[in-house]
């Protein structure tokens, strides 16, 4: 890989070099193989989860239709990563125009910071439908479910513009190397000319804070959903209500587990290759996991399914 310095020992900014997962030639190939086949699988399963809830009537319900504008999200979450990903595995130089990396930058977090939305909107959803069951149809509303997706894509896209145009905004030197497989602010901010820590405390305490606040939200949702559920006198009561909140407790667990690893320990940030694995994982592996979880335990959506595939 060739970089082109000037004089002070700084480069012309014509991209970054993503370094990736630096293996053979023949193990990148294989990794092409490997993340080809998972993107493809994620679009199916998400894709199949948004034919059926829109072809099947039953499923024109808040809950679906959260679940379906979720896997929406997801389809997009992946995008923002892969392709370019499988990209640079067969790519020589492995750089990244200097635009390309801020809108990954913008859109991967962006997106993220959605998914947070979504799900603590979805858990507030199964609370109203388990905690206030006479008033749900009355309280959660074709309107409203429309205004709750709208406002988490808003929040969502509006959470990190600022502090990403500020940073796209700083003279960047030296070799330009990011040791990932994305566009990080660890080691964006750390190939700044001068070190920025307001921007660093920004970030530091921006990528955190939604998750942790809507965390808190979903485990106090859960744990009123739970007082209510074990009061319920019949056992068949109580697995009902277990199995509507199981699937989307289980996605909850494995994306905020991961990313509160990833962004709420101050070793993260130092550790590349435990990065990268920890990104990957939510990045990558939770939206090809979310489809399987919703589609396992759920009767209606097994039959919506089975609908879109077989045509029953």
């Known amino acids: 890989m060739k970089i082109f310095n000037t004089p002070d020992n700084s480069s012309t900014i014509t991209g970054f070099i993503l370094l990736g997962f630096p293996c053979s030639r ?45 896997s ?65 149809p009355t309280i959660m509303t074709g309107r409203l479910c429309t205004n709750l997706v709208v406002n988490c894509w808003v929040f969502g896209f509006l959470w990190f513009l600022i502090p990403i145009i500020i940073i796209s905004q700083m003279s960047f030197c030296g070799f330009r190397i990011i040791d990932h497989f994305l566009c990080d602010p660890g080691p964006l901010l750390a190939l700044t000319c001068r070190r920025s820590p307001v921007m660093e405390l920004v970030f ?42 199981g699937s989307h407790l289980a996605v909850v667990s494995l994306f905020f587990g991961s990313v509160l690893v990833m962004y709420g320990s101050p070793t993260s940030m130092h550790e590349a290759g435990m990065q990268k694995i920890v990104t990957l994982f939510y990045s990558v592996v939770t939206p090809l996991l979310n489809p399987v979880i919703y589609s396992l335990r759920n009767k209606d959506m097994k039959r919506a399914l089975q609908n879109v595939f077989f045509g029953k």
């Open 204 to 245: 530091s305490t921006l990528s955190p804070l939604s998750v942790i606040i809507l965390f808190f939200f979903i485990m106090g949702s859960y744990t009123l959903v739970l007082r209510v559920v074990l009061k319920v006198p019949s056992a068949a009561g109580r697995r009902k209500a277990f199995s509507t909140c």
């Open 26 to 70: 023949e193990g990148q190939i294989l990794l092409f193989v490997l993340f080809s086949v998972v993107y493809l699988l994620t679009l199916m399963g998400n894709g199949s989860i948004i034919c059926a809830v829109h072809w099947d009537q039953r499923l024109h319900t808040p809950m679906y239709i959260l679940l379906a504008n979720f």
């Open 72 to 136: 929406f999200l997801e389809i997009w979450y992946v995008t923002s990563t892969v392709p370019n990903m499988l990209a640079n595995f067969l790519s020589e130089t492995k750089v990244m125009s200097f635009s390309g990396c801020f809108l990954q930058f913008y859109f991967f977090f962006s997106l993220g910071c959605t998914e947070c939305f979504f799900l603590a909107v979805m858990v507030f959803d199964r609370y109203l439908a388990i905690c206030w069951p006479l008033h749900y």
